[in-house]
């Protein structure tokens, strides 16, 4: 929900960013919907198109996520000291981009 601005964003283009199909986004946005989260509705220059928002609850769960993400990154940063905790992220950022090029060309990790 993060990746939501608060002016809304289409759901192709929400796919896009989270890297994630179109049919995926959509299930997934419709049952935040349902949950309360956010809001999808026509998009005014494309009626075809759906434009997401986050509602007040779902604006509140991004807060709270960013907090406990804030929290978390400070204990492990005081358990690990600085430079092991700068080192963990970087392997965990290599880590994400593999598996970003894995689902661009799944024979990518092939070994």
Do not use: C
Request: proline letters at 4%.
């Amino acid at each position: 929900m993060e990746l939501i601005p608060p002016e809304g964003l289409r759901l192709n283009e929400l796919a896009e960013r989270a890297a994630i199909t179109k049919a995926g986004i959509g299930q997934f946005m419709n049952y935040l919907q349902h949950e309360g989260y956010v809001s999808l509705a026509a998009d005014p220059s494309d009626k075809r198109a759906k434009v997401v928002t986050l509602t007040a609850a779902g604006s509140a769960a991004v807060d709270l996520s960013r907090q406990i993400i804030a929290d978390t990154e400070e204990r492990w940063s005081a358990a690990l000291g600085a430079e092991r905790y700068r080192e963990l992220r970087r392997t965990l950022f290599d880590i994400a981009s593999l598996s970003k090029e894995a689902r661009k060309s799944p024979n990518t990790l092939a070994s």
